[in-house]
């Protein structure tokens, strides 16, 4: 089953690609047949352009026929193939489930009837397979070295006297040699008729892009070989040493300097601070100096003592109303009045609010000092979360179902979904009593299976989720299992296990 189902992922790979060819648009497919598909097929695809452009004069619509063409018929291929691979599987898999039991009670009687079941579930896929002969164009064989056409031909088993109740071990042994045989000869021909149909190479694909980098590649050598010393040049080493200064003095800058700075004021910042501008003393020593000219200067003018708790606000507004009286007759007020003394009070205040203004000021400067440091070095730090970022996703950038990102684990939601929509589409078949296509579905299911199964497992187990999923699965792929319990399963599936789970709701 292992081999079937290794081709039949070969197989859904490939349709998968056709038929996301076959869903694009004109220009794509016309991209695809010449420049998707090798040098070779460029070189022949641009001849014929330039050929239908000079006689027929309407080459794009030729050629997007031709792409359309080719696409539908490996779609066809493909198709018919997974159909008849798929039914196989289920056919192996019901027959050994079948003599799962039996075989452990009593296997010398049933192990013969096994092999003589699988043997002919091979003729019967023999006698399905049928393909368009243009397959068969090409020179090549599956086995060349013994001459035999590239046709699906099985060997079968030897007839056996019924009467007799057991096989020999050597009987056995060549049936079972047999059917390894059988399995080859299906990898050989599937092999053969993949190497038509299959997704192309990555380097096919991208072989331009590849070209266009070789190329740009070897002109970016020869100018650097032009440059080098080989050609008598110091271009490169001068560029190396301006390179390794500025790294150094970028380094210097906004590295080294600044952690130093914030080193420094984290855990020396009292011993390595000096004075600030204004002291706070000096600050109090300015405001009880105003506090006694005010309240020297309103028990005279009042005539009366005054407690000592009085606000300087209020003694302030005494000192205005007799400056305002004295003003009226300055020069003599300046010389026998409190002129004088009423304007050294209010140079007193605003010595206080400029000094005020001052202390604020340096202990707003005092506890920036880290702020600045760290200003210094934020491009230093936004150059490493760019790195981390690169770096994060390149070793993330894993987008197959057994990675670890959230493209990963949403490959591995939509292969449960998958599995969950072809055995909803295995009861439509059976309800609808078309059995070949119930086979093939419950086949495809399969398939889905053995997929997440291998993709799951490694998260799971991680999780201390794996025996329980694994039951799940198994239980999932039993044929006496009724449909809505399969998925009644799938539904849990979605909702407990965490390597089932969406990002967001993971704890």
Same mark, same amino acid.
């Given at each position: 089953?292992?081999?079937?189902?290794?081709?039949?992922?070969?197989?859904?790979?490939?349709?998968?690609?056709?038929?996301?060819?076959?869903?694009?648009?004109?220009?794509?497919?016309?991209?695809?047949?010449?420049?998707?598909?090798?040098?070779?097929?460029?070189?022949?695809?641009?001849?014929?352009?330039?050929?239908?452009?000079?006689?027929?004069?309407?080459?794009?619509?030729?050629?997007?026929?031709?792409?359309?063409? $080719?696409? +539908?018929?490996?779609?066809?291929? &493909?198709? !018919?193939? /997974?159909?008849?691979?798929?039914?196989? @599987?289920?056919?192996? %898999?019901?027959?050994?489930?079948?003599?799962?039991?039996?075989?452990?009670?009593?296997?010398?009687?049933?192990?013969?009837?096994?092999?003589?079941?699988?043997?002919?579930?091979?003729?019967?896929?023999?006698?399905?397979?049928?393909?368009?002969?243009?397959?068969?164009?090409?020179?090549?064989?599956?086995?060349?070295?013994?001459?035999?056409?590239?046709?699906?031909?099985?060997?079968?088993?030897?007839?056996?006297?019924?009467?007799?109740?057991?096989?020999?071990?050597?009987?056995?042994?060549?049936?079972?040699?047999?059917?390894?045989?059988?399995?080859?000869? $299906?990898? +050989?021909?599937?092999?053969?008729? &993949?190497? !038509?149909? /299959?997704?192309?190479?990555?380097?096919? @694909?991208?072989?331009? %892009?590849?070209?266009?980098?070789?190329?740009?590649?070897?002109?970016?050598?020869?100018?650097?070989?032009?440059?080098?010393?080989?050609?008598?040049?110091?271009?490169?080493?001068?560029?190396?040493?301006?390179?390794?200064?500025?790294?150094?003095?970028?380094?210097?800058?906004?590295?080294?300097?600044?952690?130093?700075?914030?080193?420094?004021?984290?855990?020396?910042?009292?011993?390595?601070?000096?004075?600030?501008?204004?002291?706070?003393?000096?600050?109090?020593?300015?405001?009880?100096?105003?506090?006694?000219?005010?309240?020297?200067?309103?028990?005279?003018?009042?005539?009366?003592?005054?407690?000592?708790?009085?606000?300087?606000?209020?003694?302030?507004?005494?000192?205005?109303?007799?400056?305002?009286?004295?003003?009226?007759?300055?020069?003599?007020?300046?010389?026998?009045?409190?002129?004088?003394?009423?304007?050294?009070?209010?140079?007193?205040?605003?010595?206080?609010?400029?000094?005020?203004?001052?202390?604020?000021?340096?202990?707003?400067?005092?506890?920036?000092?880290?702020?600045?440091?760290?200003?210094?070095?934020?491009?230093?730090?936004?150059?490493?979360?760019?790195?981390?970022?690169?770096?994060?996703?390149?070793?993330?950038?894993?987008?197959?179902?057994?990675?670890?990102?959230?493209?990963?684990?949403?490959?591995?939601?939509?292969?449960?979904?998958?599995?969950?929509?072809?055995?909803?589409?295995?009861?439509?078949?059976?309800?609808?009593?078309?059995?070949?296509?119930?086979?093939?579905?419950?086949?495809?299911?399969?398939?889905?299976?053995?997929?997440?199964?291998?993709?799951?497992?490694?998260?799971?187990?991680?999780?201390?989720?794996?025996?329980?999923?694994?039951?799940?699965?198994?239980?999932?792929?039993?044929?006496?299992?009724?449909?809505?319990?399969?998925?009644?399963?799938?539904?849990?599936?979605?909702?407990?296990?965490?390597?089932?789970?969406?990002?967001?709701?993971?704890?």
């Amino acid at each position: 089953m292992e081999h079937t189902l290794c081709c039949l992922h070969n197989i859904q790979k490939s349709l998968v690609f056709w038929q996301s060819r076959a869903e694009g648009t004109r220009t794509q497919k016309i991209y695809f047949m010449i420049f998707e598909r090798g040098p070779r097929a460029f070189i022949d695809g641009t001849y014929e352009l330039i050929n239908r452009l000079v006689t027929d004069g309407s080459p794009i619509q030729h050629l997007c026929c031709s792409a359309s063409d $080719m696409i +539908s018929e490996k779609i066809a291929v &493909l198709t !018919s193939l /997974q159909h008849y691979l798929a039914t196989f @599987l289920a056919q192996v %898999h019901l027959e050994v489930n079948k003599y799962r039991e039996v075989l452990t009670e009593d296997s010398d009687k049933s192990l013969p009837s096994l092999l003589v079941t699988i043997n002919s579930l091979f003729l019967k896929l023999e006698a399905s397979v049928c393909h368009p002969r243009e397959i068969y164009k090409s020179g090549n064989s599956f086995s060349t070295e013994r001459g035999s056409s590239c046709a699906l031909l099985f060997e079968k088993i030897p007839e056996i006297d019924p009467e007799r109740s057991q096989w020999t071990d050597t009987e056995i042994r060549d049936a079972t040699n047999l059917i390894y045989e059988n399995l080859q000869k $299906m990898d +050989s021909y599937l092999s053969f008729i &993949l190497s !038509s149909c /299959q997704k192309p190479r990555r380097m096919t @694909l991208y072989w331009l %892009h590849y070209t266009c980098g070789a190329i740009g590649l070897s002109v970016c050598s020869i100018w650097l070989l032009h440059h080098s010393s080989l050609m008598r040049s110091s271009d490169i080493d001068n560029w190396i040493r301006e390179a390794k200064e500025s790294t150094a003095g970028f380094w210097k800058d906004h590295v080294e300097q600044p952690l130093i700075s914030i080193r420094d004021e984290l855990f020396e910042t009292f011993r390595r601070r000096h004075k600030g501008v204004m002291e706070v003393d000096e600050v109090k020593l300015t405001e009880d100096s105003l506090h006694r000219m005010l309240l020297a200067f309103c028990e005279q003018t009042k005539g009366q003592k005054l407690p000592e708790n009085i606000p300087d606000q209020e003694m302030l507004e005494i000192v205005m109303a007799r400056y305002e009286k004295e003003v009226m007759h300055p020069l003599q007020n300046l010389l026998s009045g409190e002129l004088a003394r009423a304007m050294l009070i209010q140079i007193q205040k605003l010595k206080l609010d400029l000094e005020t203004a001052m202390l604020e000021l340096d202990q707003i400067l005092k506890a920036n000092e880290i702020n600045f440091a760290v200003l210094a070095a934020l491009p230093a730090f936004f150059i490493s979360i760019l790195l981390i970022m690169l770096v994060r996703a390149w070793v993330r950038q894993d987008k197959s179902a057994e990675g670890r990102g959230r493209i990963a684990r949403r490959q591995r939601r939509l292969l449960v979904v998958e599995v969950e929509k072809r055995l909803m589409q295995f009861q439509t078949f059976v309800d609808q009593g078309m059995e070949d296509d119930a086979q093939c579905m419950f086949g495809l299911v399969l398939y889905s299976l053995d997929r997440l199964y291998k993709t799951v497992e490694g998260h799971a187990k991680e999780t201390g989720e794996w025996l329980s999923l694994r039951q799940d699965i198994v239980d999932i792929g039993k044929p006496g299992l009724k449909t809505a319990y399969k998925l009644a399963i799938t539904s849990r599936m979605e909702r407990m296990y965490e390597c089932l789970l969406p990002s967001s709701k993971r704890k």
